[in-house]
């Protein structure tokens, strides 16, 4: 149990380690949905070429979609796409290595469909039986052409009564598994050279750039969390003050005595204010996220540094004000008092 948490907490404290776990589930679904899926090809001469590429092409499509909408990054992506400029100037670096991102995460689970049912072979079988020169293969003599397009469509069904003693039939369909598993296998291969590639000419371009923005695509990533979270305790603290307000303008026993309310929070304490920002009726929280979304503060954090400095020079002199005025005061006040006594 406790490597499993160790795991989940890992998955949990990074988002490119949860897509990364969703794109493998999904891999993994679609290998077993394709092991479970009940195969059976129409025989048909005008059906069978659908059939075998539908199976081949339909399911990699919808998994393909499956991976974009379950990868938050993706919506992250669009927003940060067609959001307004504001205070923020767009980066297309930025988003372009987002969406290369995404679109390799989505592509494993077809991918490995497709290798699947290229070395299976049924598929292909099935589609493309009604392509063979039937010249190469024996059986096919003295017949005419439309009874050879039904004879090379019955080719993947084994029971059928047609082609069941035909001897064309296992070697038409070892042709074509065949010619399946090397397209299969040649993808695989095609894959694992573009991915070494990749791996081992990167440090051969520009790092800084792309650390750049590999950083700025996680901060945007970040930073909509941290405002969903915030938005989130906002709500809370926000309805929570309304509720007991409510049951303040009630009953005050009901809230102290039934619901055994601290009265630090029943009268509204620091912490809530703090939490709150100020922000106290519905007008002013759609203007915050009005302002949210059409102007986004700038990347620039040394405003807000400057105000906490500033506002703690502030709280500093203060007291050292009030010790001057009271040292330059305590002479008058000495003359003042001799004056009297004389």
Known sequence: ?????????????????????????????????????????????????????????????????????????????????????????????????????????????????????????????????????????????????????????????????????????KAISRYLKCWSQALGWSVLLILIVVAFLARSLRPCFNQAAFLQTRYWSNYIDIEQKIFDETCCEHARDFAHKCILHFFESMQQEIKLRRFNVP??????????????????????????LKSWYYSKPPLDVSQATQRQQSAGRERLSVPWADTLSNRGNAPQKAKTSRQTDV
């Open 263 to 288: 009265r630090e929070e029943a009268n509204g304490g620091e912490g809530e204010d703090d939490h709150l920002r100020g922000i106290t009726d519905q007008e002013q929280m759609n203007e915050l």
């Open 1 to 169: 149990m406790d490597r499993f948490r160790m795991i989940f907490q890992y998955f949990q404290s990074n988002s490119e380690s949860v897509m990364n776990g969703i794109c493998g589930l999904l891999a993994l679904a679609s290998v077993k949905m394709y092991t479970s899926f009940d195969f059976n090809c129409p025989c048909l001469p005008k059906y069978n070429m659908a059939y075998g590429l539908g199976i081949m092409c339909l399911p990699p499509m919808a998994l393909f979609l499956c991976g974009l909408i379950l990868n938050r990054q993706s919506l992250v992506m669009l927003e940060e796409w067609k959001r307004p400029t504001g205070g923020r100037k767009k980066d297309l670096a930025i988003i372009r290595y987002m969406c290369s991102s995404i679109m390799q995460r989505a592509m494993i689970a077809p991918v490995i469909w497709i290798i699947v049912t290229l070395l299976d072979g049924k598929c292909f079988v099935c589609a493309f039986s009604g392509s063979v020169d039937p010249e190469k293969f024996v059986g096919f003599a003295n017949i005419t052409p439309t009874q050879t397009q039904l004879l090379l469509s019955k080719v993947p069904c084994k029971d059928d009564e047609l082609m069941k003693n035909n001897p064309a039939r």
